[in-house]
């Protein structure tokens, strides 16, 4: 594997941290096969608004790289050092514009049939990282709470049928007071933990995301749907404009959307540009949360988890529009009278998903979980003590509840 002649690169549009980052690893870098190297460069590129977990996770991996012997690395990566390239890909400057490089890259593995074979590279780097990986389990026990159903009714269809094998079903819960409880149990840990205020690399541990407006509450990351209307209303007017001009198909407007600042779509200003950069990426990479309150709120969590890897997380769902065709919802008209009953299945599933991708994060067998119905007596808790496939008719409030979690 030749190496590339760092110094010439042109990493201007690579903001500081990234940049740096950039420049103290450009020897590993020009080492790479291109595939492999673009891949890492995207994700330095965006370094600057990485949450402090996959930061850490990027500078393992170029750590462990860095780490390999000449021969190690070339056995590493081989399987990228095998893709064919064509001529007008090798002429990109995959240093300066990794993402660009990357979308056409991708065309040219589906229309050359190697798309398999960078997939079977990707998968093999992952395992071997993983592999290497020591799992970083947080201090405290990860919270997740998920109250669903807000304006809904009672349905007929059982609540929680993909949770209660993992943990106690409660249909007996007081309801008076329950939003506000779960609200401050989630803030005080806040508190306890002191993470408030603290340098970026503390931050982002405990969050709460409504599908409505968000109650009043201090969290170390707030985010609700309406707080997003405008951007929300500006990207789909951006949307309408590629549609309507005729010009343009999916591809270019999946690359307008790929391209877009954070500002364009009213994210800038004073807000903390790593969450400006996540809400963007939530509105411009998720399918139908710009039009779906419910489909926003689990795939902020996914995304939240994912990424951000949180000691708290809170979620709220909100009742979404009623279903109607996709181009009258993305052509900004009055959004349709709310479904709260098909809200309620939409968010019923979400908080499996929720707890699915919980279960995924290290420290998992510390986990505490629990979903409520908001407003009624039905409430699932999953936890260490807590007997999976169990029910219970037991009066309790939600504070009683949450003691059995603690």
């Known amino acids: 594997m030749a190496q590339q002649g760092f110094p010439s690169c042109d990493l201007s549009p690579y903001p500081p941290k990234a940049r740096n980052l950039a420049e103290a690893n450009g020897k590993l870098l020009g080492l790479l096969p291109v595939v492999f190297r673009v891949i890492l460069l995207r994700e330095i590129l965006s370094y600057d608004w990485k949450f402090p977990a996959e930061r850490r996770e990027l500078e393992e991996q ?46 040219w593995l589906w229309s050359s049939g190697q798309m398999e074979r960078f997939r079977a590279a990707a998968q093999a780097f992952a395992a071997f990282a993983s592999a290497a990986k020591t799992p970083d389990p947080p201090p405290e026990a990860r919270l997740g709470i998920v109250v669903i159903g807000q304006g809904a009714q009672k349905s007929d269809a059982p609540l929680f049928r993909k949770l209660r094998a993992h943990g106690v079903y409660f249909d007996n819960i007081k309801p008076e007071g329950g939003l506000e409880t779960l609200l401050e149990a989630a803030h005080q840990r806040s508190l306890a933990h002191g993470t408030l205020g603290q340098a970026q690399s503390s931050r982002y541990k405990h969050w709460y995301i409504d599908g409505d407006v968000a109650r009043p509450s201090l969290f170390d990351v707030q985010l609700s749907y309406a707080q997003l209307q405008q951007p929300r209303g500006l990207l ?72 951000a890897q949180p000691e708290t997380l809170l979620l709220r769902y909100a009742p979404r529009q009623q279903l109607r065709p996709m181009n009258v919802m993305l052509s900004q008209a ?73």
């Open 236 to 307: 789909l007017e951006r949307i309408q404009q590629v549609i309507a001009s005729q010009s343009a198909g999916p591809e270019s407007l999946r690359s307008l959307l790929a391209k877009m600042r954070p500002e364009e779509i009213g994210l800038g200003g004073g807000m903390d540009p790593v969450l400006g950069h996540f809400a963007m990426s939530l509105l411009t990479e998720g399918s139908g949360t710009q039009v779906f309150s419910t489909t926003f709120v689990q795939w902020a969590a996914r995304e939240c988890l994912r990424r």
């Open 62 to 107: 170029l750590r462990l790289l860095a780490g390999l012997s000449e021969s190690e690395l070339t056995l590493c990566v081989q399987g990228f050092a095998g893709i064919k390239l064509n001529a007008s890909i090798e002429r990109l400057d995959g240093w300066a514009d990794p993402a660009g490089f990357m979308e056409q890259l991708t065309d």
């Open 334 to 406: 009055k959004p349709g009278p709310p479904d709260p009953q098909g809200s309620l299945v939409d968010a019923d599933m979400g908080a499996y998903y929720t707890w699915l991708n919980m279960s995924r994060l290290p420290g998992a067998d510390r986990m505490r979980f629990l979903a409520w119905f908001e407003g009624h007596s039905e409430a699932i808790a999953v936890g260490p003590g807590l007997p999976a496939g169990a029910s219970s008719r037991n009066p309790l409030d939600m504070r009683q509840l949450l003691a059995m979690l603690s």
